[in-house]
């Protein structure tokens, strides 16, 4: 039986900015406040997330210049972490670097082959301010340095070069949502 709420249930559903929004190539500001305003931006956070069909989500993908981002992930062997991290800071990030299918909200239904190390380490605070320390590997790791990416102004289109940048650019212009150049 739970004793807590299910993340995102008082949430509302929030647009996700899309590719191209000048707010997603914009460092985001860390957060001062630790009080009801940012505990509706992780609900909301939440809800946009699971609404999306996403494993993670960054404030800045709803328009939002914070440095907060939820995740709702599996690592390679099917264990879910589920959680949020105020002002998150990627203090590892090592091991064995994987190219792999990556995807985001963003740039909804494309995705890449992207390197990214197989072992990631994020710290910062939950809403209270006290201090969380997230450690992944597999998927989990790619979505942790996939956020902390978001919240320093870059997409995972970013890590691309060549033939692999040409061709997201090419799918993300014909997509059917709206798309801006970066």
Do not use: K
């Amino acid at each position: 039986m739970r004793n807590r709420p299910i993340p995102g249930s008082s949430g509302r559903v929030r647009a996700v900015r899309r590719f191209g929004d000048p707010v997603l190539h914009t460092p985001c500001q860390p957060v001062t406040a630790f009080d009801g305003a940012l505990a509706e931006l992780v609900e909301d956070l939440f809800a946009t997330m699971y609404a999306a069909d996403g494993v993670g989500l960054a404030a800045n993908q709803i328009g939002v210049d914070a440095r907060v981002f939820v995740y709702d992930c599996p690592d390679d062997e099917e264990v879910r972490h589920l959680g949020h991290v105020v002002n998150p800071r990627l203090v590892e990030a090592d091991g064995v670097t994987v190219r792999g299918p990556e995807g985001c909200l963003s740039l909804a239904g494309l995705e890449a082959g992207t390197e990214r190390y197989d072992h990631a380490v994020v710290e910062g605070t939950d809403l209270t301010g006290a201090p969380v320390r997230v450690a992944g590997t597999g998927f989990f790791a790619r979505c942790l340095q996939h956020e902390c990416d978001h919240l320093d102004g870059t997409v995972y289109a970013d890590h691309l070069t060549g033939l692999r940048r040409t061709r997201l650019l090419r799918r993300a212009r014909r997509a059917p949502w709206e798309w801006r150049p970066a």
